[in-house]
Every structure is written in structure tokens, then in C-alpha cells.
């Protein structure tokens, strides 16, 4: 994977930027215990694109030849190490004797440096205060609030922009874990049967210590999928409640592990609410849901039947309004192909990251087509939008304050976002955060 590195000399926000920046998506935060105490990487992911960023600040010494050592030896290690180089400066202080020595010195290598302006805290203004920058001679500064995460998601974009593109490890994973759920004799079982057919099964029913799903690896066309049959070993137990416990414990393992749940519903019977409960988990966690209406070739059928089912099951799973529904059958193989499609599909949908400066124009637009209602005599106002996270996607609003949102406001927004990026078979989420 690609090294972007941060330099900058003290103070700049170098840190601040680092951890804003690794935020939730820090998988590994390693320092080299025996080399240097005061570099911190963090494994980072952003638009399917994966790096390692590291932190050379650490330790600021506050004695000025100290200062300069300990820059130079920063800008090495950056300029051996890294693709990319962050240079961080400072809005509020401007350029100092230090920053032009480390321009200098970064000057020097062939690597890329972009120019960071930090504790851009007023917009209003970020453009003038870039032309004091241009001195430092490098491309275009991008302006940057750390502490406010003000356009941080840009230079995320700017950053992806400028590495070769390596695959996050949700695209190298070549292993696609779904769960099929759904109550007893739905046709989990059959249906694995059938999926599996005459292809080879690389491996079934794992033995292991808790058997509650029974995992297979098939592979076809080239995908490898485990099947994760949530049916396992039927226990015997004459207790209804003990069942019911072990079903749903399985229920949540075989979704938490898996990237997609397929929701089995039985055509002959329609919703029960004992399916509400069990795809009610799979919603819960966040993870891409496709709802198959099992037995449909058991169904007395005319062209209406379809869309009068849909509306139902919408209807009776209103928070589920975002998963596409099929109606295949286990026993004669009818539209199984489309349901794997549609899994794969949605497992995208899942992980989809929004450039920030799209997810802001779209949002821009919808409140200009339609401004916030007033709460109590005040008006909500948007700042500003990134997204934070994936699986499912996640965005945080900033706005003057999260009281004055109103349910249908936030519905609209909803809405909107999925007009504009479709986010099929995945929940999304919106998180407000006012700022002052
Ligand atoms: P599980 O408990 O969810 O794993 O359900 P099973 O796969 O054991 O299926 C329960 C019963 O439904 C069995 O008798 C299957 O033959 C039958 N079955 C499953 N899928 C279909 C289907 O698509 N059409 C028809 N007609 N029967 C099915």
C-alpha cells in the first residue's frame, strides 16, 4: 500500500489532522517499538482506494535548533518513505522562517507534496489566505479546518487522487460471506442445495465449536461465496423459548459475519412476525439485505401478484423499504442467478463512499428546492456534509443545531440522498453535530 506522510513543523495541527483523518477507519495503529517511539501509522481507506499514513510528529521539541533536526529528519523519512507528502502550514500564523525551510527541503524531492493550509476556521476568506501560501512553491494549497473537519473529505479525495490505486480490503476479500435467514423450513437448506448443485464445494459444514450455521464455499463464475445456512443443526428441544434462543443467536452470528443477509420469506404464508423479528436483526447491524420470496413456484400466479406482494411486504417491513425483493424458488432454481446478483450489488451499495464535495452539491440543492421547516420558531441550517463510514453508509451533518431537525426533514434528506446515489440494498445513516 502506497505512504502518504504528514509534515509540518510544531503546532501546525499535524496530530489533529492525523487522527481526524484515521477517524473510525484506523485498523492498525502501530508505533515501531524499538526504531522510533514517535511515528504512528494508521491504515486508512477511502473510495476504494487503501493507504498508510503516517505521523512523524510525536514529540515536539520546543528548542529551535532542536526544531530543525528534528524537521529534517521528518522530511527524510518522508521523502524515503512516502508517495506522498502532506505539508502541513498554518492559516491562522502564516508562513514562518521554519515552513520555508522545509519547503525547501521538500522542494528537493521528486515526490508529490501537497500543500496543506490548516485552521482555516472562516471559509469566507480561504482563498485570499491561499495566495499567501503560493510563495512556498508548490501546486494549489487546500484549505483545511483539522479541528472542525472542514473539508477534510476533500483532501481525502485529493489524496486518493494523486496515489496509484490499490484496492481496500473489502475488494481483495475474494470470500463473500452471506447469511440466509429466514424461520425453520422456508427453504434455507434448499436453497444452498440448489446453488450449490453440481459446482464444487470447496468446503462444508466446517466443524467447529459452535455449530450453529453450517458454512459452504461454492465458487461460480469466477466469485468465491460462503453460504452461511442459518438452519445448522436442528436442535431438539421440547422448550418453544429454547428454539426460539438459538435461532436467533444464529440469526445474529450468521449476519454479523456475513456481508449480506438473504431474508427468505415463504410465499405461502406471507410475513409472519416472527420473520419481522429475524430480518429486524439483519437490519439492525447495518449490512446489505435482499429479501427472496421463497416457494413461488407454489404460487397461483397472475401478473399483478408480483407488485401486490411487494407493496405488502413494504408495507408490513416499512423500515426494511430499501431492500429489493425476488421472488425465486429453492426447488426449481427460478431467479436464483438474480437473487446472487442483487446480493453482489447490494454488498457495493454497502460500501459506497460518496466524494464529499457531490454529497455536498446534492444536499446544497435539496435545500434550496425545499428549505427546513421552522422547530420552535428557529430554522435548521446546514454547514457542511461528509461521509464517516460504510457498512452502512454513514454521513455526519453539521449544522447550527441538531434540535431544530424535523422527522420529515430528515426523511427528505434520506431520500434525497438515495435519489441521488441509490444506496439499493443498503440502510443508510445520518448523524447531526452542531457547530458553533
Ligand atoms: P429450512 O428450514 O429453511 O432450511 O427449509 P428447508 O430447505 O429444509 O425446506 C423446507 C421444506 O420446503 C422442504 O420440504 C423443501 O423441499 C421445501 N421447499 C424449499 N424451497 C422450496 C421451493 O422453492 N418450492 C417448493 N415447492 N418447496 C420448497
Known amino acids: 500500500k502506497p505512504v502518504v506522510a504528514i509534515v509540518g513543523r510544531p503546532n501546525v495541527g499535524k496530530s489533529t489532522l492525523f487522527n481526524r483523518l484515521a477517524g473510525n477507519r484506523i485498523s492498525i495503529v502501530e508505533g515501531e517499538p524499538n526504531i522510533t517511539r514517535d511515528r504512528v501509522y494508521a491504515d486508512i481507506s477511502w473510495l476504494n482506494n487503501a493507504f498508510i499514513m503516517v505521523d512523524t510528529g510525536g514529540l515536539e521539541p520546543s528548542n529551535d535548533d532542536l526544531i530543525k533536526n528534528k524537521i529534517k529528519y521528518q522530511a527524510e523519512i518522508a521523502m524515503n518513505e512516502a508517495e506522498l ?166 440469526t445474529i452470528r450468521a449476519v454479523e459475519r456475513a456481508e449480506a443477509s438473504l431474508m427468505l420469506i415463504d410465499a405461502t404464508e406471507g410475513i409472519t412476525s416472527q420473520d419481522k423479528k429475524i430480518v429486524g436483526y439483519a437490519h439492525e447491524s447495518g449490512k446489505a439485505i435482499v429479501i427472496g420470496v421463497n416457494k413461488w413456484d407454489l404460487v397461483d400466479k397472475d401478473n399483478k401478484l408480483m407488485e401486490d406482494y411487494r407493496d405488502e411486504i413494504y408495507y408490513q417491513l416499512k423500515f426494511l423499504n430499501y431492500a429489493p425483493i425476488t421472488f425465486i424458488s429453492a426447488l426449481t432454481g427460478e431467479r436464483v442467478d438474480e437473487v446472487i446478483k442483487l446480493l453482489e450489488y447490494s454488498i457495493d451499495q454497502n460500501n459506497m463512499r460518496i466524494k464529499t464535495g457531490v454529497l455536498n452539491e446534492v444536499l446544497e440543492e435539496a435545500i434550496l428546492l425545499r428549505e427546513p421547516p421552522a422547530v420552535k420558531g428557529r430554522r435548521l441550517k446546514l454547514y457542511y456534509a461528509t461521509q464517516v463510514g460504510i457498512k452502512p453508509p454513514t454521513f455526519v451533518l453539521f449544522v447550527n443545531n441538531p434540535d431544530l ?32
Open 85 to 250: 507528502i502532506l505539508f502541513i502550514v498554518d492559516g491562522k500564523s502564516g508562513i514562518t522562517t521554519i515552513d520555508q525551510e522545509i519547503a525547501q527541503l521538500l522542494r528537493r524531492t521528486n515526490k508529490k507534496v501537497i500543500l496543506v493550509v490548516n485552521k482555516v476556521d472562516d471559509f469566507s476568506n480561504a482563498e485570499q489566505l491561499k495566495w499567501d501560501f503560493y510563495s512556498l512553491g508548490f501546486d494549489e494549497p487546500v484549505s483545511i479546518s483539522a479541528e472542525h473537519g472542514k473539508n477534510t473529505g476533500d483532501l481525502l479525495d485529493i489524496i486518493v487522487d494523486n496515489l496509484p490505486h490499490i484496492p481496500n480490503d473489502n475488494e481483495r476479500d475474494d470470500l463473500l460471506n452471506i447469511a440466509i435467514i429466514g424461520k425453520p423450513n422456508v427453504g434455507k437448506s434448499s436453497l444452498v442445495n440448489y446453488i450449490v448443485g453440481d459446482e464444487r464445494v470447496i468446503v462444508s459444514d466446517i466443524p467447529g465449536t459452535t455449530r450453529d450455521a453450517i458454512d459452504t464455499i461454492v465458487e461460480k463464475n469466477g466469485v468465491k461465496y460462503n453460504l452461511i445456512d442459518t438452519a445448522g443443526l436442528r436442535r431438539k428441544s421440547r422448550v418453544k423459548e429454547a428454539v426460539e434462543y438459538y435461532s436467533v443467536l444464529r
Open 405 to 436: 431537525m424535523h422527522f420529515s426533514y430528515q426523511r427528505y434528506l434520506d431520500n434525497t440522498l438515495r435519489k441521488a446515489f441509490g444506496f439499493i440494498g443498503t440502510s443508510i445513516r445520518i448523524k447531526l453535530k452542531s457547530r458553533k
